[in-house]
T-cell receptor, first 114, second 113 residues
Framework: SAVISQKPSRDICQRGTSLTIQCQVD?????MFWYRQQPGQSLTLIAT?????????ESGFVIDKFPISRPNLTFSTLTVSNMSPEDSSIYLC???????????FGPGTRLTVL | QKEVEQNSGPLSVPEGAIASLNCTYS??????FFWYRQYSGKSPELIMS????GDQEDGRFTAQLNKASQYVSLLIRDSQPSDSATYLC?????????????FGTGTRLKVLA
């Protein structure tokens, strides 16, 4: 497995503002992902964070709303831009090491937008 | 048709009983299958992965895979109140790509003391 940290663990934000969530892993990993889990729902993949290139977004998610950076093999950020109450959710990063297909999740960031 | 289906529950079992959780998937080309446990307010924690037809055991947990019938199940023996959580089935591979997980909506398990 891997030790994954996320910051912040929770935040309450005003409509129209942006929040950047950080994900840090204790060792180099091949793949990093960002998920959203809305209240009472399962996990939905937002995008795959690619090291050194633009993230790969899933259907329904766009870069302008969820810009992602991955400057190296242990760190990634997800920004939730121009937030609305519908963005209230738990945001999770996950990682997958090379030659495995098993994902491990960070502790999550609980976001509330007022 | 949902890609990964689970009964949302709650599934209630008495302490010490066997809890049986089921999951069906639609992509016949899926290669890897995972069970995660998620306590309320926490992130998903990997319990088991299974790749081949048959049973795979790890302590009190047994994962079962039947690719012909496109279902995967998780058995929890000697259920404990601490097993009360939501159990998420995830499927990887197939036409969605080798790295992309598709999650079910989860089954909420309640183990009654």
């Amino acid at each position: 497995s891997a030790v994954i940290s996320q910051k912040p663990s929770r935040d309450i934000c005003q409509r129209g503002t942006s929040l950047t969530i950080q994900c840090q892993v204790d060792s180099q990993v091949t793949m990093m992902f960002w998920y959203r889990q809305q209240p009472g729902q399962s996990l939905t993949l937002i995008a795959t964070a690619n090291q050194g290139s633009e993230a790969t977004y899933e259907s329904g998610f766009v870069i302008d709303k969820f810009p992602i950076s991955r400057p190296n093999l242990t760190f990634s950020t997800l920004t939730v831009s121009n937030m609305s109450p519908e963005d209230s959710s738990i945001y999770l990063c996950s990682v997958e090491r090379q030659s495995t297909d098993t994902q491990y999740f960070g502790p999550g960031t609980r976001l509330t937008v007022l | 048709q949902k890609e990964v289906e689970q009964n949302s529950g709650p599934l209630s079992v008495p302490e010490g009983a066997i809890a049986s959780l089921n999951c069906t998937y639609s992509d016949r080309g899926s290669q890897s299958f995972f069970w995660y446990r998620q306590y309320s307010g926490k992130s998903p924690e990997l319990i088991m992965s299974i790749y081949s037809n048959g049973d795979q055991e790890d302590g009190r947990f047994t994962a079962q895979l039947n690719k012909a019938s496109q279902y995967v199940s998780l058995l929890i023996r000697d259920s404990q109140p601490s097993d009360s959580a939501t159990y998420l089935c995830a499927v990887n591979g197939g036409t969605s790509g080798t790295y992309k997980y598709i999650f079910g909506t989860g089954t909420r398990l309640k183990v009654l003391a």
